[in-house]
């Protein structure tokens, strides 16, 4: 069974810069897991930021950049700003096709 | 505008098979390299991805649900079909309709719970 690892929590002060990482159980995270990466607000459906490692949405705001990074993939925000504070998840897709999702980073803008 | 929307029970009595419907408009899944998925979220919980279906009727599922899982689309009517056998208690989830292959669009979702 494979696992995708995030950080459970991490913490930023307004302006600052945060990663978050996502981690799979079957070794480094390349391009070839198509990388995603979604914010969720208490209440609310997942909503789409980044899509196959680096790509933006046209509604994802410019502070928000995915990468790969120590062989993991990495959603970085720069400039955090207080609406940001929300859950983050990661997929992989493992084997091209088959989806694997991260148990989430709750982000607190503090 | 694309919009996609899931219906269906929203009570399930345990060992029940469920079935969902995503209705979606302003793309078709005949389109080359498009697909829909179903995702879940028990509450209070993470993401669980479940299924996946191509433009070509390739399907895909969660190895751990494999043998309780059915995707099926019917092209022609804007819809695909989600049936989950032998529900249970952990089961009870919101269930989500994805656009595939950028997860860019995304159903308000519909919340199941299974209880007798």
């Known amino acids: 069974q494979t696992v995708v690892t995030q950080e459970p929590s991490l913490t930023v002060s307004p302006g600052g810069t945060v990663t978050l990482t996502c981690a799979s159980s079957t070794g480094a995270v390349t391009s070839g897991y198509y990388p995603n990466w979604f914010q969720q607000k208490p209440g609310q459906a997942p909503r789409a930021l980044i899509y196959s490692t680096t790509n933006k949405h046209s509604w994802t705001p410019a502070r928000f950049s995915g990468s790969l990074l120590g062989g993991k993939a990495a959603l970085t925000l720069s400039g955090v700003q207080p609406e940001d504070e929300a859950e983050y998840h990661c997929l992989l897709y493992h084997g091209g096709s088959q989806g694997v999702f991260g148990g989430g980073t709750k982000l607190t803008v503090l | 505008q694309i919009t996609l929307k899931e219906s269906g029970p929203t009570l399930v009595a345990p060992t029940q098979t469920l079935t969902l419907t995503c209705t979606f408009s302003g793309f078709s899944l005949s389109t080359h390299g498009m697909g829909m998925a179903w995702i879940r979220q028990p509450p209070g919980k993470a993401l669980e991805w479940l299924t996946l279906?191509?433009?070509?009727?390739?399907?895909r599922y969660s190895p751990s649900l494999r043998s309780r899982l059915t995707i099926t689309k019917d092209t022609s009517k804007n819809q695909v079909v989600l049936t989950m056998t032998n529900m249970d208690a952990v089961d009870t989830a919101t269930y989500y309709c994805v656009r595939y292959p950028r997860s860019d669009y995304w159903g308000q979702g519909i919340l199941v719970t299974v209880s007798s």
């Open positions: 279906v191509y433009w070509d009727d390739d399907k």
